[in-house]
């Protein structure tokens, strides 16, 4: 094993957890952290830094038949600039699909995680004895995968089956058609809600559960409320919990695919390229054009960068933190 | 599962009791059991009063339709359960031992370069992982690797997050006294990991096996789009081609049903019995076992 300097910048010294870990104390300096990160190391390379690269590679990339597109030496693969991006932006099914999932968005993130919160609170505040059963029944749709989520709410969605359009007929009114065009957005979204609401209400309850018992006595003691507590001590104590998962819950926004791929042989008003990923889809497999589908792929990941590090920088959040 | 954990601080049971947050907890809970209730109740109903009866009133032919979803192609379905343990077992494992050693590392050593690698990890928690399917669709279909396992378990065992939250309970659950005593007592740098900082970091690890176990049964596009051959399907992507036949044989959906139902009845009971593991601190990575 070879021997490294013992001098490292200050930066990183100051990521070094204990005092008995520093260089300087005896300890060797070795390949072995080298040793250690290389399989995570090769695996990030070829399944995460390579296909990044390569899909920036395609972005550029398109294909030129040449003569009557006949044999090998027909179809060349040249630079093609920006033309796939600005084929892809202006192709007449983008924009509708983009708006589509930021009023998606809109719908999915407020609800999920108001929800979320809100059923949060409501455990921790020990204000009733449903609280553990309501834990548990709202966490269980999260062992659900989104394919399967989506077939149970399909079939409940079917007017022929639906309890509730049972019960509105039976009441003699007409139920309304969960499928049709101007439902079927909320249709998803619902799905998408029920999903992932469990998981965030979780995480925020574990944030709540760090809070000391004092602070909210000693406010209670001073005549706040439970909601006074909620809003000025519990939640912005949770805050940075509250930002990751807003941060995640927008990233799987962005990805919005199994629920409505699942959908589409029940209901026809999802189209083909009704999310980005479907159309990213839909270019790579079915039109066997992967250069669009490379350009389409980039744009949804800067946007998805874009996104999260502003939001990140506007609330000037740490909760990525690099020291301990 | 413990009820708020034994600690639940004893100022707030002497709260009284609030009706309106029992009714909120309860609307809450009603919403996200009632496809889970009409699941069951579906799976007990033959093909046709699937369409006929009301909808939350049993029927008798659950073992019916077991029997047909087990028919079905020679038993097709049980192997795509056999499958998904496989990627979702198989591959959170793997993901959880490489995030162990990585994050271990980063926590535990200084070492040059040591920041370009844990930025570019933290980087790497923020790409949306479905965007990576179709080049890594292409770059294993140059390997000759697609329509295989290692298709789906090898994409499966990198996980950005599971590496930063391994860092996190490495530098919190492992003391570097005990380490240097490890190392006193003449343990490599290997043995001082595997029988000294692995054991301590078991809660965390079963955190972040559970975490990528989801991730991966949850992945419809990976394998989606990785396999051609129905016999490597997870159930996920079997189930919702079975979904697609329905559309023109309305029987297929009993099996469908059924079939949903079986496919999530093991990780419920993972979940309730892993319960605690899932009390994950996001921002501070913490687990509160």
Redesign the interface.
Known sequence: MTT?PAV?PA???S?????????GRG?R??G??????A???M??T???G???V??GY?SVRRVKISGLGLGRSSRVEQWAGLSNYTRVLTDSEFLPSVGRIALYGLIVVPLMLG?AL??AL????????????????????????????S??????YLP????IA?VLNSAGLSAPNVFSSSWVLYAVANIAI?GG???NM??L???L??IP??L??AA?IDGAS?VQIALRIKIPVIL??L???F??SL?AT??V??EP??LR??ANTISATWTP?MM??RD??IRND?HA??AT?VV??VA??AL??GFLKLVGSR??R?E? | ?????AV??????R????PA??A???L??A??????L??VI?STKSAGE??ST???SPSTHFFDNVASLSDYRGGLYWRWMANTALYAGVGALASAF??A??G?????????G??V??????A?????????A??????LAKAGMTNTYWAVL??S??S?YG??LCR?FA??AV???V??AARMDGAG?WHA?ARVALPMMRPGLVTVFLFQF?AI??N??LP??MLGDDRLFPV??G??GL??Q??TQPAM?TS??TG?LL??LP??A???SL?RY???????GAV?A
């Open positions: 490294l490292t930066a990183e010294r990521a070094v957890t204990t005092a008995a870990d520093r260089p300890r300096r070795s072995t952290p080298y040793a250690f990160l399989p995570a190391l695996l990030f070829a399944f995460l390579a296909p990044v390569y899909a395609l929800g809100l059923m409501l455990i921790d505040g020990g204000r009733s004895r449903a609280g553990g059963f309501a834990r548990t029944a709202i966490f269980l749709p999260y062992a659900v995968p989104a394919v399967i989520a077939l149970l709410w399909g079939f409940l022929r089956i639906s309890p049972d029920w609401m469990g998981f979780i995480v309850y574990t944030a559960r760090t018992g004092e909210s006595e209670r439970d940075p919990s930002i990751m998962t941060v995640f990233i962005l990805q695919f199994a791929m699942t042989p029940l990923l990213v889809y790579a497999f992967i589908a490379a792929s949804i990941a998805t960068f999260s590090f909760a990525f690099q301990d | 599962m413990a009820v708020a954990t639940a601080v004893p100022v707030e049971r709260n009284r009791r609030s947050a029992t909120l907890l309860l809450g809970a919403y996200c059991l009632l496809p889970v009409w699941v579906a699937l369409f009301f909808t939350l490489v995030s050693m990585a271990f590392a980063l926590a535990k050593y200084a070492f040059p040591k920041s690698v844990f930025n570019l990890i933290l790497g928690v923020l790409v949306p992982g479905v965007i990576l179709v080049p890594q669709y292409l770059l090898l994409p065992m990198i950005p590496i930063y996190i530098a919190a003391p570097g006294e380490l240097e740098d990991f989801v049964w949850n419809f596009m989606y789009i996920t992507v189930l919702s979904l697609n329905g559309a959906y469908v049903v949903a496919s999530v990780l419920v993972l979940f309730l319960q899932w009390q994950v601190d996001l921002a501070a509160k």
